[in-house]
């Protein structure tokens, strides 16, 4: 039996998710005090999944904005952390749907430097399969710097944050997609750490594999921005290219079963 000494709050915001969400919630319900999911709109069995799972609090984001089909990222994860704080956690979890933590993090959190306020964790892109991860870097004909290695350089999420009940946490709410996991006013110090990292499954889905994830992607920002929708899906066309592909293998113990 897996024994965590601090109460971890995970939070996930959702939508259309049955074909992952369990294995995440399963794999968080081992040591997760209470996993609050936040769902967008899902017409699949996302909710039916969610509910059948004893740690878990379901709500419905309220749309505030007109086009009801517009994520409205800030917003959903403020909800979160406001019913992640009724359980006054010592830690959050921040997730999306398809990033699940290695089972290390246990540990991690059981010896965790009590000075660091957030941990941003690295994040292991899989693909082809779930044994493999991308390694590879470049740049993209529009000279966009990608770099898939999680241990070098490549992207981390402010994943793990110390939580305070006197601080007014809030997130940045005018913006319709790529809000940060973390508040926009989380105390520092920040650190990070490779004992423990978040393995991201959304890479091997079909709707990536697909580009149907990017085009949406693309939709919004170019509505938003007022960015060129072709120029948009070509961008995330670029940063998904296989042409440099490297691939590692996933080590034991990263994933649960």
């Known amino acids: 039996m897996i024994k965590i000494n601090k109460k971890v709050v995970a939070g996930i915001p959702c939508k259309d998710e049955e074909l992952i969400i369990a294995k995440n919630l399963k794999a968080l319900s081992t040591f997760c005090h209470k996993i ?7 017409t699949d069995k996302t909710e039916e999944i969610c509910k059948s799972f004893p740690k878990v609090e379901f709500y419905k984001r309220v749309k505030t904005n007109k086009n009801n089909n517009l994520r409205e990222d800030g917003i959903q994860r403020q909800m979160i952390l406001t019913h992640m704080a009724k359980h006054n956690p010592d830690y959050c979890l921040f997730l999306d749907a398809d990033e699940i933590p290695s089972p290390d993090i246990v540990q991690f959190i059981n010896t965790i430097n009590p000075k660091i306020n957030l941990w941003k964790l690295p994040w292991i892109h899989l693909w082809k399969d779930d044994q493999h991860y991308r ?5 993209t004909p529009t000279n966009i710097n990608v770099n898939w290695h999680p ?10 944050m ?4 006197n601080i007014n946490y809030q997130y940045v709410k005018n913006k ?7 508040p926009k006013n989380v105390p520092l110090p920040h650190s990070t750490t490779e004992k423990t990292r978040i393995v991201h499954w959304g890479k091997i889905s079909e709707v990536y594999k ?7 992607y693309a939709e919004v920002r170019a509505k938003f921005y007022k960015m060129n929708l072709n120029q948009r899906i ?9 042409k440099t ?3 590692a293998k996933v080590e034991k113990g990263w994933h649960w079963d």
């Open 135 to 139: 390694i590879d870097k470049y740049k």
């Open 245 to 247: 592909l490297k691939l």
């Open 36 to 42: 609050i999911i936040v769902d967008d709109g899902s």
């Open 176 to 182: 319709p997609c790529s809000v940060p996991m973390e």
């Open 162 to 165: 110390k939580f305070d009940k």
């Open 234 to 242: 070509q961008h995330h066309t670029d940063c998904r290219s296989e």
């Open 151 to 160: 241990f070098k350089g490549g992207q981390r999420k402010g994943n793990l």
């Open 210 to 216: 697909s580009g149907e994830h990017d085009k949406i």
